[in-house]
């Protein structure tokens, strides 16, 4: 296949990769209506509540928030926290909610956000919950958590700009062009690959929470789950694999 007929496929593939971490990217930036359904996990709390009266004999009343104050200052929990690659936003049944600041590579710590958005009372309890689970879950280990997630996030960023400057180069028709949109490409396609790879094993460890059953036999009520950013990210380094293919045969044998 001569060059320039591999030009036209390879840019649809890489664009099409680059759209598709345009809204990887964008997930819980806000509690908006089309961000707030796009995250990399989601920690299912809402039936925690009675995980946590079977464990320790007492009352859950008053453990949940219901006026979506700020996230962070023991106002309650949420019943579910999103995380996506810049942010975590807590959100109600109804789907309201509210979002910390911020941050580039947010970290998923997800028992640590949920210890402290819980009133004073309950906090020691919960840890203690977690601290007897045997085997020993990830969950718990939020350095663990920080780390993974936040490098995951970090390459998946370098890896997304690779992709867009793939695109950009395979449209510039010389030679040299396409040689560099192959290898932004083949970075593009390393970097994200790893990071979608940390962000998987992440939420596989922490989601062996919901087989986790307390001392009456209930669900502890918390469940881990993979959200769309993940899945965008896998099928981008797919698509961005593909396209590095047809760069390398046009910089080979294209002619203008």
């Not at 990830?138 to 996030?153: L, V």
């Not at 899945?231 to 396209?243: D, K, M, N, Q, R």
Request: glycine share 10%; aromatic share 12%.
């Amino acid at each position: 296949m001569r060059g320039e007929h591999c030009v036209a496929g390879a840019t649809i593939l890489s664009a099409m990769a680059v759209i598709l971490l345009v809204f990887a990217h964008i997930g819980q930036i806000s509690t908006g209506g089309l961000v707030n359904a796009i995250y990399m996990a989601e920690v299912n709390v809402a039936a925690f509540g009675n995980g946590f009266e079977g464990a320790t004999k007492t009352s859950a009343g008053g453990l949940y928030n219901t006026k979506n104050e700020k996230m962070g200052y023991g106002k309650g929990l949420r019943q579910y926290y999103r995380y996506g690659l810049y942010n975590a936003c807590g959100y109600q049944k109804d789907g309201s909610g509210s979002c910390n600041s911020s941050t580039f590579a947010y970290p998923m710590e997800p028992l640590s956000n949920m210890i402290a958005d819980e009133p004073s009372k309950f906090q020691a309890q919960t840890a203690q919950i977690f601290a007897e689970i045997k085997p020993s879950v990830t969950f718990k280990e939020n350095g663990y958590n920080h780390t993974m997630s936040r490098a995951g996030s970090a390459l998946i960023f370098v890896g997304s700009v690779a992709a867009a400057l793939a695109c950009i180069f395979g449209v510039i028709k010389f030679r040299i062009s396409f040689l560099i949109a192959a290898i932004c490409a083949g970075i593009s396609s390393f970097l994200l690959m790893i990071g979608a790879a940390l962000w998987t094993a992440v939420i596989a460890k922490d989601g062996w929470l919901k087989i986790v059953k307390v001392t009456n036999g209930n669900s502890l009520g918390v469940r881990v789950n993979a959200g769309p950013s993940l899945y965008l990210t896998w099928v981008s380094f797919a698509l961005i694999t593909l396209s590095a293919f047809p760069y390398v045969i046009a910089c080979c044998t294209y002619r203008k």
